[in-house]
Each structure stands twice: as structure tokens, then as C-alpha cells.
């Protein structure tokens, strides 16, 4: 039975190659991220690690810090070869090219305390004398026997006492560890001179920790215990050096496992989808092997051996593709960690990466389980196979109806996964304006995530129903040819194979499309937002408003690359006086000259007419529209105006220039507001800006100094904020879709066998080369289209209902259709069914018209 | 028992639907080369059916598959009409065999996702000309299919299923139809019912039919046969009965054949 297992596997090698990338890509994903996470976890324990050196126990103070005395206790204790404190502080340190803050610790009194390996030169053992990381000593540009200057403040007493200039001779440097998290490795003072400036530096002589060397041979247990005993101490936490690395370790790695279980849910839906395709794959292999099967069954294979043979199969296809799975997985995280290393040499990534048992069992175990599991359904079909089928011709085999219960499921569960999300949105919508609008949110995500899981099995579930509907109204979209007829037919003959093709795309696309919606809708909301709060792009005013600004300062922002529109204000100080009688000093703008519709991108200063007064907010004052205010200016000019309470800054106001020059004829020009090109980059704008007036200022001396602000820069971080997230997850959720992809080239190529003497009938008949190819790519653009678009769809909606959950409660929801992103889908979708049927394509036209006439 | 000559290939082409001229196919090359057909002269008239028979290995297949444009000659020469098929590329050929040749097969090959009537109409839609829906009507008739068009192939049976390929190979009147085994796959009763329609369909349609059979009952259907033994032609029996066919069947086998040539 195992000969036979593997000779089939040898004759379906093509297509079993197909379905093993499936696998091969999602466990690649699983290795990757479990190595991933624990070279994370191992860059953070080694972090830890280093700040220790070789200490053989660490002493850490709890509530109260260690006493003076404590160090000197230690030493005391038997088998103790030395104990030095804990601790580091950082100064600013400046080289002959540069000065950085670099965090020093004392030169240790034992080599085993040493944190950091002196690569060169001697230790700093007097005062005076300084060991640098060579990195650092690179960077500053100096080398041993050169002088470098630092200086800090004294500290008394929570103040300030004096500032100190020190010089330090560099006589020693230490091995650049580049690693982010050990401290005190940026280098070494003489112990006495380091207590001197450490406490003058922060005021206090507490120390929270010390690192403790035994004597060579001594009892560890006996010698810690009577450290233990020490009554200077007991408020203290003895540990070994790996007892406290796990434990720091699992305090950071809370933020690890997070990533983990996030890369881990990608991994899970490329391998669900991986599931989808392989499960595919098996019940075509099945199918095409009915006649082995059946006459394995009449020369005496028993159902139970014929099910181990298909399963063995697939476990066999799991291993092997699980095993080059977890190479490819292997090989991106070291690639990653390598590249990672080059962009950011000395960062916070760990440079080695820890095999541990668990990764490869675990991805192996994953691997193996979903292909045996995709691989279940295929068995049981191929259990079934008669003897007798053996003595029969095999017709094209007619793909049995689907059930009546599977349709009532389908509706089922896609109509309450619905009612269930709308449920999410409306209660998330219902309580975003009251006070328990988290409640809301969040009762309203889990609502809304286990309607939207619901109704998308649902979906899955009821494609086999669906899919054979869509597809006839997109093939009447592929023209009225015959190829394109004939491709449409056979796209919905098979219409399970059919369906698990699509719904692997489904998953694929709905959940890119879902984020892709969710974070278009996202940054809309989030930039409407800013554009009612932050209305103008860019504003560059005087910070003293008795100051004007010049007209050059004006032409040149005018005058910036990617400013589209400028306007200046006038600006005076004035005393407003409420209806109640209250009075309050505020600032009083008005346009000088531009339109300001022009440059804001809020209409708030629409509703600005000679009577009315926009005001922002007061200090604990609540202002009514409506009201009548008195403006006094500060020649004692009244006006009563009209209040209209507006999102225009504190204690500002903004009046018409007309009543502004009633009210203060003489006020300076303060402020220039500019909005940006729409498609201008704004960090480069407002640098060009900036730049521009600071060549201003350093040619005309009495030009005022103006502050550049605005919100161009905020809503490019936003905008950046989402976009690199959403890359990110696309990224990931591409695999699947890759994977998706694959299947539909599987699938083609199956059916191209399948049809193999129908293929040659139609040449025979006068199908050209050319059509056939053209037939093929009909039906696998139909294919990869239909799923795209349901998917597609779904992910739209689930997107849309996500984000009015989500962000319901920040008021101005805009939602919004990604069509960039939807464009993508729709090209990556045809272009992926064009591509998976050239492979068929070139064995179908291989075909000689005269396998047509053969009789089996 | 009468054999006669067959007419020398030369002022044929004004009646011959199909013509083969030193006709020879080799598959393989040096020790294994095979001679399939070796240097086949043959003449098959229009407006006439004609039976191919000969034992397996005979070449008759091959010969089938060089005059109807599916494979290509080793040497010599193929004509249909006044076009030389050895001299066509794979789609030049496609287009003749769309618009001037017909095929039927022994296992039927229908499109199973079409109806009859789809199936039928198929060679046609191939060629984007419209479908001589008089001429349809005629076929449907004939072949008795009037109340099976709507059916799908699984809904018919074998009979029905082989005399809507019929139907299907003559829909575009083409030069000659091909049929190879038609009747293999079916019972005496179907078969016989296949082969008085090929005869039929001769005789009151004008059509052209070569046939390749192994079955001396459905040769004695045709109006000649034409044997082959070895990859050459070995005789042609005119008006042929079964047992005519079966003597010169065994005529071949004979080791020193007396079959004329």
C-alpha cells in the first residue's frame, strides 16, 4: 500500500507541488513568526544580561534604597570576592566632533562585575580618567590619550546649585556592544570620581541595586544565604542573574507576546486558506484517480487502507512542505535581522537568533495537522469509490447537488452575522455621545467581530450556491465569443471546486479589503477632524504681536514650492465684556488681505458678518450664540457685536476687517496663513517655508523672528501613521492571498486535465490555438474576478461597519470606499487568473487534436 | 466477391472530396522508426461513404488523422479539394478543419455542460457563421432529435448521444465528414440505427463520409471499403457486404496475399 501511496504521489508530483506551496508559504509564516518573537525575547533577556556582566547575584533594593553600609557588608560575607553598586548615570560629553549623552558607569572592583569588555588600553583606575565604548569614542572623534570635556549641573535639595566643567582623558576603550538596552556600557569612571559626580549630579547618594562576584569554589547556596541574612538588606530581592533576566524578560515580554499572537492570527488565516486550497487539491487527485482506486479496492485494499493511503499522502505532502516551510521562515527572519542590522547598526534587535525546540515542532506539527485535516473530506470520497468503478469508463463524473440543509445554513448564518454587525454598529452608534461610549465601542466591536466571523462562514458556506450564479453574469462581461461562452460553462460545471477556489480568494480579499476600507475611512475621519479643529495648512506669525511682519516675510511664503494660497491677519489685543457683565482680555484677528476661504479648510469663518464676533473658548466661562458682547479696544473704542461661539483658538476672537479698523486702525500685520497643494509633501513645504524665512532673518536683521506651525505637518503624520500600519498588514495579509492565487492556477490546471479529450474535441472541431489559450484565461480570470469581487464586497462592508464602530464616537464619521486599493484587488485578481492559466495553457495547446479520438 | 482497382489518382480532383498522394508517416527515427503509412495513394470521391478497414497496426487511424488535418505527414501529400493539407501550418489547418471538415467520435464527445442543441451548434459559433437553421431543421429530422434538444449528453442515451455528434459533425456541411469507430461504443441496435443515418445522410443529403471501422457488418453500410495492411493500401471492395469485407479481411492475412492491387 505504501508502494502504491508513493507512486501516485510521483504521478500527481506537478500538482501536488501546486498544493504544497500552499502549505510551504503558511508554515513559513508560522516559523517566521515564532522566530521572530523569539529573537525578540532573546535580544531583551540578553539586554538584561549584559547590564549584569557576570555577577554571580544581583541585589535589588524594594522600597527602600540600600544604605552605605550595605556595600561594605557584602564584602564582609564569606566567599565573597566582590560587590560593587549598580548603577549608571548619564553625561554629555563632548569630542573633538561632536558631543553626546553618554551613560557612564564605575570601573567595577572585579573583572566578573565588569558590564562591557575592555578592547583597548587600561581601566580608568584614577580620577581624571575615562574608558569609552569605541562606538561612542568613534562618533565624538577622539582616541585614547585625548581629552574631552563634560560638564552638568549640582544638585541640592531639588535645585540647582552650581554647573561644573570637568576634563576626562580617554585612557581605555570598551568593545562596542551596539546594544540598545545595556546600560552603563557607554563607559567607565574611577569608582570614587564616579560616586563624587554621581551625587553631586543627582543630589542623593541612594543606590537601588548591587552586583555581587564569589570567590572562586565557594558554596553559591551558602554564601547567598548569608547575604540573605544580612540585616542591611532585608528589605531587599537577592537573584541569580537568570532569576532576574526571566523576570525583567517577562515583564517586557508582554509586548512580545502581543506580536506573537497578532503574527500568529495572520499565520492562522494563510493557513486556513492553505487548508482551503490543499483540501481542493485532494478531492481532484481523488476524483482523477477513481479508476486506481477502484481497482486497488478489487484486488483486495480494504476502505481503512485506502483511507490511510490518501491521508499518508498528505501527511507525507505536510512534511515535506512544512520542513522547506520552516527553511524559507528561517531564512526570512535571518535575512530580516541582517537587513534590520545594516539600517539600524547598534539597535534595540537582537543579532542572533535562538532555535529553539519549539519552533520547528511546532511548525511541523501546524503544518503537517492542516494538511491531514484538509486532506479528511478527499479520504472519505475516495472510501467510496466502488470496486466496481474499476470495470467502468469513466464519464466526466457528475458533481453530486449540493444539499437543501446547506443552503438553509448558508442564509442562516450570513443573515444573523449581518443582523449581528448591524447590531455592533447600532449600539456602538447608539452610545458613542453619552459618557459610556467605550462600553459601546467595545460591546459593539464583539458584537460586530463574532457577526462579522458568523456571516462571513455564512458566505464560504453558501458560495457553492452563489458563486455558480455570479459567474455566468461575468462571463457575459468577457464578450460573447465562443471561447469565452465555453469558459464561462466550464468555470460553473464544478461548482465545489469551484466555490473552495473562490472562498480561498474570498477570505483573502475581504479581510485585505476590510482594512484597507477600515483605514481609509479612518484617516478621512481623522483629517476631517483636524481640518475643523487645525483649519490652516500653514501659519507662520510674530510671537510678540506688538511686532509686524515684513512684506518680504509674506512674498516669501507666497513664493515656497507647494503653497497654493496665502492670507495675512491683523492682530490686536482687546478687552471683551460678556452679557453678564464679565470682563476679559482677548485677542482680536481679522483678514488683511487673501481670502481666507482659500486657506482654511473649515468654513468657520462663513458665518462672520460687520455684527457678529467669533469666539473661541473661555477659561471656565460658558458663552451662549447669541448673546451681545462689547469689544473695547485699547483707545477705548467700543463695539457691540453678535457672539458666535467657534473652534478659532482660546481667547481669540475674529471680527470683519471692517470692524476690526474701527476698532484698531494701526495693528500690525501678525500672521501669514498659506494652505498647501494638494498632492504637495508637507514636511518638504514646510521646511522650504522655513528656511526661506530664516534666510530672511539672517539678512535683515530687524525682521521679527516668526514661528512656523499649522496642521500640514500633523495631517501628513497622521496620514503617514495609518498608511504604514496599513502596509503592514497588508503585507501579511498578502501571503494569503498569494496563496489563494495559487489555488486558482491548481485548479486550472486540473480541470485541464480533466477536460483533456473535450479540449482536443474542440480543436478538432476548430478551436485554434489561440482560442484555447483564450478560453483558459476566460476561466481563470472568472474565477480569480468572482472572488475578488465577493470578497471585495464583503471586506467593503465589514471595513465600513468596523470603522462606524471604532470611530462612531469621534463625531465626524466619513466613510469612505478605498479605490486605490479596490483597483489593486481588481488588477492583481485579473492579472493572477491570466497568469495561473499559462501554465495549463501550454500543456492544453500541447495536446495533439488526436487525443480526441483516443478511447479512454 | 468483386474487387476492383482503384482509379489511378489523376483527373480525380474535380469529383475526389479527399486525396492522398505517396501519403507516408514514420514515427520514431533510425532502428526504432516505425513505417505507419508507407506511401499511401488513395481517392475518396465526393458524395460518397467509404469504409477504411484493415487489422490493428493497419495504419488506418493514421490515415484518418493525416486527411483530416490532426497530424502531420512524414512525406507525400494530403489533399482536401483542391487544398493541399500537408502544406498548411497547425492554424491554417484548424481553420480548415472548423470550416470544411466533420468529426465523429466513438465516444461521442459532446460538451457535457451543453445541450443537443448547443452541442450542435457549436462548429459554427467556432467559425462566427450563422447556423443554416433550414439545413438544422433537415438534420434534426433526420436524426429523430426533435424532442431531445434541450437535453444535456448525461440525459441521453448512447444512441442519442452519437446521433447528435452526427448531427453536429454535418452542421456545416462540410467537405467530408471523418467518423472514427462511430459505432464502438454502442449496442447492434444503436449502431445499425448510427450507420443507416451515415448512409442516409450520404445518400439523401449529399454528404461525404470516410469511416474508419474495425467491424466488417458496419463496413458492408459503406459503398466501398478501402483495405489497408501495413502502413499500404491492399484493396478496395465496391458495394461491399459483410461477408465480402470478411473475405478480404482474410485475404490479408493470407501469407501470400492474392488481394489485387
Not at chain 1, 541585589?59 to 564582609?76: F, K, Y
Not at chain 1, 585625548?146 to 576626562?168: C, H, P
Not at chain 2, 466501398?224 to 502502413?231: E, F, K, P, S
Request: hydrophobic share 50%; proline share 4%.
Amino acid at each position: 500500500m505504501l508502494r502504491a501511496t508513493l507512486d501516485q504521489m510521483r504521478a500527481s508530483a506537478g500538482r501536488l507541488a501546486a498544493a504544497g506551496i500552499a502549505i510551504l508559504l503558511g508554515t513559513a509564516f508560522v516559523a517566521a513568526s515564532l522566530l521572530a518573537s523569539a529573537t525578540m525575547e532573546q535580544a531583551t533577556h540578553d539586554a538584561f544580561t549584559a547590564s549584569y556582566a557576570d555577577a554571580d547575584l544581583v541585589v535589588t533594593a524594594r522600597s527602600a534604597p540600600l544604605t552605605s553600609s550595605t556595600l561594605a557588608d557584602i564584602r564582609a560575607v564569606d566567599g565573597v570576592k566582590g560587590a560593587d553598586i549598580e548603577s549608571y548615570f548619564g553625561l554629555e560629553i563632548a569630542g573633538a566632533d561632536a558631543a553626546e549623552y553618554v551613560a557612564l558607569a564605575p570601573t567595577p572592583s572585579d573583572p566578573a562585575l565588569a558590564v562591557g569588555t575592555l578592547a583597548e588600553g587600561v581601566e580608568a583606575t584614577a580620577p581624571g580618567q575615562l574608558v569609552l565604548s569605541a562606538d561612542v569614542a568613534e562618533r565624538l572623534g577622539v582616541d585614547i590619550g585625548d581629552t574631552v570635556s563634560t560638564s552638568f549641573d549640582v544638585w541640592e535639595n531639588n535645585q540647582i546649585t552650581d554647573s561644573r566643567t570637568e576634563q576626562l582623558r580617554v585612557v581605555g576603550l570598551l568593545e562596542a556592544t551596539g546594544n540598545y538596552f545595556s546600560t552603563g556600557s557607554g563607559g567607565r569612571l574611577e569608582a570614587g570620581q564616579y560616586d563624587e559626580w554621581r551625587i553631586a549630579a543627582s543630589g542623593t547618594d541612594d543606590v537601588w541595586g548591587a552586583l555581587i562576584a564569589f570567590e572562586d569554589g565557594a558554596d553559591a547556596a551558602a554564601v547567598r544565604a548569608s547575604i540573605e541574612a544580612l540585616p542591611s538588606i532585608a528589605d531587599a530581592s537577592v537573584q541569580t542573574l537568570p532569576e532576574l533576566a526571566e523576570e525583567r524578560t517577562a515583564a517586557e515580554t508582554g509586548s512580545n507576546v502581543t506580536f506573537l499572537v497578532v503574527m500568529l492570527a495572520f499565520a492562522s488565516v494563510a493557513l486556513a486558506v492553505a487548508g482551503l486550497v490543499i483540501t481542493n487539491t485532494f478531492q481532484v487527485l481523488v476524483a482523477q484517480r477513481t479508476r486506481t482506486l477502484a481497482l486497488l479496492r478489487c484486488v483486495g485494499a480494504s476502505r481503512a487502507q485506502i483511507r490511510a493511503s490518501v491521508l499518508g499522502e498528505a501527511a507525507l505532502l505536510g512534511v515535506i512542505a512544512s520542513v522547506v516551510g520552516l527553511a524559507l521562515g528561517t531564512g526570512i527572519v535571518l535575512g530580516g535581522v541582517k537587513v534590520l542590522e545594516n539600517l539600524f547598526p547598534g539597535a534595540l534587535l537582537g543579532t542572533t537568533v535562538p532555535f529553539s525546540w519549539y519552533v520547528p515542532v511546532v511548525t511541523l506539527i501546524v503544518g503537517i495537522l492542516v494538511t491531514v485535516l484538509a486532506a479528511l473530506v478527499p479520504a472519505r470520497m475516495a472510501t467510496q469509490v466502488a470496486p466496481v468503478a474499476a470495470l467502468r469508463p469513466i464519464e466526466g463524473a457528475v458533481d453530486e447537488r449540493s444539499g437543501r440543509g446547506r443552503l438553509v445554513l448558508a442564509i442562516t448564518a450570513s443573515v444573523l452575522g449581518a443582523l449581528m454587525l448591524a447590531g455592533g454598529v447600532a449600539l456602538a452608534l447608539a452610545l458613542s455621545e453619552t459618557d459610556s461610549s467605550d462600553v459601546g465601542m467595545l460591546g459593539g466591536l464583539a458584537l460586530g467581530v463574532l457577526g462579522g466571523l458568523i456571516s462571513l462562514c455564512g458566505l464560504l458556506i453558501g458560495s457553492v450556491f452563489l458563486i455558480p450564479k455570479l459567474l455566468p453574469v461575468l462571463g457575459r462581461l468577457a464578450g460573447k465569443g465562443t471561447p469565452a461562452r465555453i469558459a464561462t460553462a466550464n468555470a460553473v460545471r464544478n461548482p465545489r471546486r469551484t466555490a473552495a477556489t473562490t472562498n480561498a480568494l474570498v477570505i483573502g480579499v475581504a479581510l485585505v479589503v476590510m482594512m484597507s476600507t477600515g483605514a481609509y475611512s479612518a484617516r478621512q475621519t481623522l483629517l476631517t477632524e483636524l481640518d475643523s479643529s487645525f483649519p490652516v495648512d500653514l501659519a507662520a506669525g510674530v510671537s510678540d504681536t506688538s511686532q509686524e511682519v515684513t512684506q518680504a516675510q509674506i512674498d516669501a511664503v507666497r513664493q515656497t514650492d507647494g503653497v497654493a494660497a496665502v492670507a495675512t491677519l491683523r492682530t490686536s489685543s482687546a478687552d471683551l465684556t460678556l452679557a453678564d457683565g464679565y470682563r476679559t482680555g482677548v485677542t482680536v484677528n481679522s483678514v488683511a488681505e487673501g481670502d481666507p476661504d482659500a486657506v482654511m479648510r473649515s468654513d468657520v469663518l462663513a458665518d462672520l458678518d460687520d455684527d457678529t464676533i467669533l469666539l473661541g473658548s473661555l477659561f471656565d466661562v460658558t458663552l451662549e450664540d447669541g448673546d451681545t458682547v462689547t469689544l473695547t479696544s485699547a483707545d477705548g473704542t467700543e463695539r457691540d457685536l453678535t457672539l458666535v461661539q467657534a473652534d478659532v483658538g482660546r481667547y481669540a476672537a475674529f471680527v470683519t476687517p471692517e470692524v476690526f479698523a474701527a476698532l484698531a486702525p494701526d495693528a500690525p500685520v501678525t500672521t501669514i496663513w498659506a494652505q498647501m497643494e494638494d498632492d504637495a509633501d508637507a514636511i518638504a513645504v514646510s521646511d522650504a517655508l522655513q528656511s526661506a524665512l530664516n534666510e530672511l532673518t539672517a539678512a535683515d536683521p530687524e525682521a521679527p523672528v516668526l514661528q512656523v506651525g499649522g496642521s500640514a505637518i500633523e495631517r501628513a503624520a497622521y496620514g503617514q501613521v495609518i498608511d504604514t500600519l496599513l502596509a503592514v498588514v497588508l503585507g501579511l495579509l498578502g501571503v494569503a492571498v498569494v496563496i489563494a492565487l495559487v489555488g486558482v492556477a491548481n485548479t486550472l490546471s486540473l480541470s485541464v486535465l480533466e477536460r483533456r479529450r473535450e479540449n482536443a474535441t474542440l480543436r478538432a472541431m476548430g478551436l485554434t490555438r489561440g482560442q484555447l489559450r483564450g478560453m483558459l484565461a476566460v476561466e481563470g480570470v472568472l474565477i480569480a474576478t468572482v472572488g475578488a469581487a465577493v470578497g471585495a464586497i464583503a471586506g467593503l462592508l465589514y471595513g465600513w461597519a468596523g470603522a462606524a464602530i471604532v470611530l462612531g464616537g469621534l463625531g465626524s464619521l466619513e466613510l469612505g470606499v478605498p479605490w486605490l486599493q479596490l483597483g489593486a484587488v481588481a488588477v492583481i485578481a485579473v492579472t493572477a487568473g491570466l497568469l495561473a492559466s499559462v501554465l495549463p495553457a501550454r500543456s492544453a495547446v500541447r495536446q495533439s487534436p488526436v487525443a480526441a479520438l483516443a478511447t479512454d | 466477391m468483386t474487387q476492383t482497382l482503384p482509379t489511378p489518382p489523376t483527373d480525380q480532383s474535380a469529383r475526389s472530396a479527399v486525396r492522398a498522394v505517396g501519403l507516408t508517416k514514420i514515427y520514431g527515427r533510425g532502428d526504432v522508426a516505425v513505417h505507419a503509412l508507407d506511401g499511401v495513394d488513395v481517392t475518396f470521391a465526393s458524395g460518397e461513404f467509404t469504409a477504411i478497414m484493415g487489422p490493428s497496426g493497419s495504419g488506418k487511424s493514421t490515415l484518418m488523422h493525416l486527411l483530416a488535418g490532426l497530424d502531420t505527414a512524414t512525406a507525400g501529400q494530403a489533399w482536401l479539394g483542391g487544398t493541399e493539407l500537408t502544406a498548411l501550418n497547425d492554424d491554417q489547418l484548424t481553420i480548415l478543419r472548423r470550416e470544411r471538415v466533420g468529426f465523429v467520435f466513438q465516444s461521442f464527445n459532446l460538451l457535457p455542460m451543453f445541450t443537443a442543441e448547443q452541442n450542435m451548434a457549436l462548429p459554427s459559433q467556432l467559425s462566427g457563421a450563422k447556423l443554416d437553421k433550414e439545413w438544422t431543421d433537415v438534420l434534426v429530422s433526420t436524426l429523430g432529435l426533435g424532442d431531445r434538444l434541450t437535453h444535456k449528453p448525461h440525459e441521453l442515451s448512447g444512441g442519442q448521444q452519437q446521433r447528435v455528434a452526427i448531427a453536429r459533425a454535418l452542421s456545416t456541411k462540410p467537405d467530408v465528414v471523418f467518423a472514427d469507430e462511430p459505432t464502438g461504443n454502442l449496442d447492434s441496435r444503436s449502431g445499425t440505427e448510427v450507420l443507416s443515418f451515415l448512409r442516409r445522410s450520404v445518400r439523401e443529403l449529399g454528404q461525404t463520409i470516410v469511416m474508419v471501422t474495425h467491424d466488417p457488418a458496419a463496413a458492408a453500410y459503406a459503398d466501398r471499403v478501402v483495405l489497408l495492411a501495413d502502413g499500404q493500401i491492399a484493396g478496395s471492395i465496391s458495394d461491399p457486404t459483410p461477408e465480402s469485407v470478411l473475405a478480404g479481411l482474410d485475404a490479408l492475412r493470407q501469407p501470400a496475399a492474392t488481394v489485387v492491387r
